[in-house]
Structure formats: C-alpha cells, structure tokens
T-cell receptor
Framework: SAVISQKPSRDICQRGTSLTIQCQVD?????MFWYRQQPGQSLTLIAT?????????ESGFVIDKFPISRPNLTFSTLTVSNMSPEDSSIYLC???????????FGEGSRLTVL | GQNIDQPTEMTATEGAIVQINCTYQ??????LFWYQQHAGEAPTFLSY????GLEEKGRFSSFLSRSKGYSYLLLKELQMKDSASYLC???????????FGRGTSLIVHP
C-alpha cells in the first residue's frame, strides 16, 4: 500500500488569496487524483494528474481555478486560486495502488477561507 | 451519470450488528468499494465487490447484487471505534475512477 503525505494539514486563508497543497507518495505512481470533500458531502473528483502531461479536469472544475503540477512520478501540487468561502473544504490527494484498484488517500488538507 | 444512495445516519449499540445499505444506478458496472472515514481523517479501504455474493473480512462483510444495483456493508460485534462515516463508491462505464456516495455516518453507543 502507498503512503501519501500531504501538507499543509490545515490552513486558514483570506478571501482572494491562493494556496498550494503538496502531495508526496512513497512510490512511483502513474496517476494521482485530487478530491474535494465539502462539509457533509461526498468526495468529489477535481482532476487526474499524470506525469508529463496536463491534468484532466472533471466537469465543474477548471485549470485557472485549480492549477495542478505533476513534475515527477511521486509528487503533485494542487493550487486553489482566488479563494472564496465556498472553497472551504478538505482537499485529498489519492493514488490507486491497491490490488483491486482501491484508492489510498493522503491525510487531507482542511482549508478554511474567511 | 451515476446515482448512489446511502442512508445519511445510523445508530447502533456496542456489540450489536449493523447493516449499511447502498443502492446505485449506473451503466457498465465495474466494481463497488466500501471505505471507512473517521472524523478528521482520510478514508481507508474496507472491501471490494465485483461479483455477486458476500465477501467476508473479519468483523466486516460486504454483499453485492448487480441485478438489483444493491450492496450492503455488515459490521458485527460493533465497537465504539467503529463510529465513523462509511462511503460506498462505484466504478462504471470503463472508468478506473470510482464515484462516491455521500456516506453513512454510523454512531455506536454503549
């Protein structure tokens, strides 16, 4: 199973600012996934990040708002740009390294936007 | 698209058995996962079903009926530490990425 480290674990941000979340995996993986979990809601996929190519965004998410980097096979960043209170959420990084294709998740980054 | 439905909240008594249901409507079903998520923590994988029937793993079992679009997670000998959110997630349509339900918050009381 993969071990995934995310930082920051939590942050309080001002409206209009941007924050970059880092995700480090202890093994090389082809795809990394970024999810959002708003209070009381399900996990929603933001985008899939492949090394060496642009991220693939899900409906409702755009690169200008959530730029993603994937410089190598063990690391990715997600930036939440021009934040508003509606962006207050937990952001989770994950990989599908399980035998059955199950996802392993980082600890999550809890963002609060004031 | 997919539609995944789970009860929002359930309560049960320590030592008892609880069944958490999940129904889904999808095309090209390709597997169903159950995850456990404690408050403030990341989800952790519990089980995977792709064929009909029951998969048992210790105190936890998961059942799937593809024809009915139905799964359940069965937790036996409940412990206080089982208080958590349980997420049902479905893969379908050739996608390798599952879609998650809203989760069922289970409260275990003494």
């Amino acid at each position: 199973s993969a071990v995934i480290s995310q930082k920051p674990s939590r942050d309080i941000c001002q409206r209009g600012t941007s924050l970059t979340i880092q995700c480090q995996v202890d093994s090389q993986v082809t795809m990394m996934f970024w999810y959002r979990q708003q209070p009381g809601q399900s996990l929603t996929l933001i985008a899939t990040a492949n090394q060496g190519s642009e991220a693939t965004y899900e409906s409702g998410f755009v690169i200008d708002k959530f730029p993603i980097s994937r410089p190598n096979l063990t690391f990715s960043t997600l930036t939440v740009s021009n934040m508003s209170p509606e962006d207050s959420s937990i952001y989770l990084c994950s990989v599908d390294q399980g035998r059955s294709g199950e996802l392993f998740f980082g600890e999550g980054s809890r963002l609060t936007v004031l | 698209g997919q539609n995944i439905d789970q009860p929002t909240e359930m309560t049960a008594t320590e030592g008892a058995i609880v069944q958490i249901n999940c129904t889904y409507q999808t095309s090209g079903f390709n597997g169903l996962f159950w995850y456990q998520q404690h408050a403030g923590e990341a989800p952790t994988f519990l089980s995977y079903n792709v064929l009909d029937g029951l998969e048992e793993k210790g105190r936890f079992s998961s059942f799937l009926s593809r024809s009915k679009g139905y799964s359940y997670l069965l937790l036996k000998e409940l412990q206080m530490k089982d208080s958590a959110s349980y997420l049902c997630a479905v893969k379908s349509g050739g996608s390798y990425i599952p879609t998650f339900g809203r989760g069922t918050s289970l409260i275990v009381h003494p």
